[in-house]
C-alpha cells in the first residue's frame, strides 16, 4: 500500500469539493536507478507551489512544468516519460541511469455547459450536457421559462447576465437564441470571457454577416476566431436532440483535446 501524504490529501479533497484546480502527478513506471519509487505523488496547484515529491532534480521541474500547462489549457491527463540518461540530463548531474513514466491527472475541473436560451435546442442540450455529468445552467430573459430538474436558470436583462455567471476554464458556453441579433448580443457580451468553449447556433451564412456587425461594433477578431460555428460536429443532424447530441460531442472532444478549439470554419 502507498502512503499518501496528508497534505496531498487535503489538495485532494479541497479540488473535489470546490473546484480548486491542481494536478495529481504520480510515479507510475521506474526503470534502472532512479530517484523514485513506484506511488509517489505529489500536487501541484496554478501557482508551481507542490507538496509531496516525485524524486526531485530536473524530473520534478519537467513534471512541475507540464502540469502548470495542462491547467493553462485544460488538459485531462498526459504521461511523462523521462530518462535518466547521462547523455539526456540535460546538464543537471542525473547520470544515475534508469527511466521514469509519471501519470499526471488534472482534477478540479468544472464541468459546466451554459446555455443561452432555454428553446427546444438549449434544452435538448441541457438534457444531454445532464445525463453526460455536467451541470448546466441556462440564460433567458423571457418570463415563465422552465427546465429540467437540476438545472440553473439566470432570468436577467443580457447586459446582467455575466454578473450572476462565472464563465471560467472548464465551462463550454452554447448560443441559442430564439434571434439570431440576439445571439450576436450573446457573442459580443463574451468577448474576453475565459470559457473553455464557446458555439453559436447558426448557418455559415447568417454568421458570415452577424460577424460584419459584431467586427463593425468592436468586437475582437480573436474572439470570434474562437466561436464553433455552425455549432456541433457534422452528423447530418435535424431534430432537436440530434442537433443537441451533435453539440455535446463537439464540447466532449474539444474538452479530452480530440477537437479544435478555434472556429471550425472561416468566416
Avoid at 490529501?9 to 480548486?20: D, M, P, R, V
Avoid at 519509487?37 to 507540464?66: C, F, H, N, Y
Avoid at 464541468?111 to 428553446?119: H, L, M, N, S, T
Avoid at 438534457?127 to 421559462?145: E, L, P
Wanted: hydrophobic share 40%.
Amino acid at each position: 500500500m502507498t502512503e499518501v501524504n496528508g497534505d496531498i490529501l487535503k489538495s485532494l479533497e479541497q479540488a473535489i469539493n470546490h473546484n480548486s484546480l491542481g494536478v495529481l502527478c504520480t510515479v507510475v513506471g521506474k526503470n534502472g536507478s532512479t530517484p523514485c519509487r513506484v506511488g509517489a505523488k505529489m500536487w501541484v496547484d496554478p501557482e508551481g507551489s507542490i507538496k509531496g515529491t516525485v524524486g526531485g532534480g530536473d524530473l520534478e521541474q519537467r513534471t512541475i512544468s507540464m502540469a502548470l500547462e495542462m491547467i493553462s489549457s485544460g488538459t485531462p491527463h498526459r504521461i511523462l516519460e523521462y530518462r535518466l540518461d547521462p547523455g539526456e540530463s540535460g546538464g543537471t548531474g542525473l547520470i544515475c541511469g534508469g527511466a521514469t513514466s509519471v501519470f499526471l491527472e488534472l482534477l478540479g475541473r468544472r464541468r459546466e455547459v451554459v446555455i443561452f436560451g432555454a428553446g427546444h435546442v438549449g434544452q435538448a442540450v441541457g438534457t444531454i450536457a445532464s445525463f453526460c455529468g455536467y451541470s448546466v445552467t441556462f440564460w433567458d430573459d423571457r418570463q415563465g421559462i422552465k427546465t429540467a430538474e437540476g438545472t440553473r436558470v439566470v432570468n436577467v436583462p443580457l447586459e446582467e447576465a455575466l454578473a450572476h455567471l462565472d464563465l471560467v476554464q472548464g465551462v463550454s458556453v452554447v448560443v441559442c437564441t430564439w434571434g439570431h441579433g440576439k445571439d450576436g448580443d450573446v457573442v459580443k457580451l463574451l468577448d474576453g470571457c475565459g470559457a473553455s468553449y464557446i458555439g453559436m447556433l447558426s448557418s455559415k451564412t447568417k454568421a458570415a454577416k452577424l460577424w460584419e456587425r459584431l467586427r463593425a461594433e468592436g468586437v475582437s477578431e480573436e474572439h470570434l476566431s474562437r466561436i464553433h460555428t455552425p455549432i456541433g460536429l457534422s452528423i447530418g443532424a435535424g431534430s432537436p436532440q440530434e442537433i443537441a447530441i451533435s453539440i455535446m460531442a463537439e464540447i466532449i472532444a474539444v474538452e479530452s483535446g480530440k477537437g479544435s478549439v478555434g472556429c471550425p470554419s472561416t468566416l
